[in-house]
Structures are given as C-alpha cells and as structure tokens.
C-alpha cells in the first residue's frame, strides 16, 4: 500500500522551529518527486517545497525561502521539513506529497499520492 504519514507538527513561539517528517511506504521515495504544502484556515492550499529525484534540485516558495530547508534521507524511506524562525502567518496544516514522478509540478492535481497533514501552530 502506498502511502505517506507525517509528523511533527505542533504548537511553537514566534521564532522557534520545528521539523517536520514524512515517511513513505510502499514505495521508494527518492524516486520520486517530494513536496510540501499547506492550507492556513480560509486559504487555498500552496506549494512550499519540492525536490526533484532526478537532480536534487529544491524548490522553495519565496514566503519560506531562507527559512525552510527541504532534505531527504533516503535510507530511511523519509523526507524532513526544517522550519525555522516560523511566523504567526506560517500556521496551516502542513502535507507532504508526490506526483510519482522523478520531477517536481507547479500542479497541485499532478500530486497523487498526500498524507493526512499535521497541524503547525504559530503563536505570536
């Protein structure tokens, strides 16, 4: 069964940090494309990170760039989300995701395989 479980998520001061996890079963994850989203309350979901399998290329998105590091540890099947100095506007529930491809999308619709989220809370 393929399938993606994170954790981690929890409730932080401004300025604190916090690592997210994502583990993959059922599949190889470092052959695939792995990215991170989020939906704060009333907003649409967005694409934060990815990185590409083919090349290791990262992508991050402006708002956490600098901020957020995207790394993989592919003997333990695993992805990690390194969150510093996190913002109040950084509360969402956090995903992880792949479009099982070797290549990142702009597409939230190429991402089919999700896991059930966990919550970041950001208390100013």
């Known amino acids: 069964q393929v399938q993606l479980v994170e954790s981690g998520g929890g409730l932080v001061h401004a300025g604190g940090s916090l690592r997210l996890s994502c583990a993959a079963s059922?599949?190889?994850?470092?052959?695939?494309?792995i990215g991170w989203f989020r939906q704060a309350p009333g907003k649409e979901r967005e694409l934060i990170s990815c990185?590409?399998?083919?090349?290791?290329?990262?992508y991050y998105k402006d708002s956490v760039s600098g901020r957020f590091t995207l790394s993989r540890i592919n003997a333990n099947n695993t992805v990690f989300l390194q969150m510093s100095s996190l913002k109040p506007e950084d509360t969402a529930v956090y995903y992880c995701?792949?479009?099982?491809?070797?290549?990142?999308?702009?597409?939230?619709?190429?991402?089919?395989?999700w896991g059930q989220g966990t919550q970041v809370t950001v208390s100013s």
């Open positions: 995701a792949t479009p099982r491809h070797y290549h990142c999308s702009g597409h939230e619709s190429d991402f089919t395989t």
């Open positions: 059922g599949f190889t994850l470092e052959n695939y494309a």
């Open positions: 990185i590409n399998s083919s090349d290791g290329k990262t």
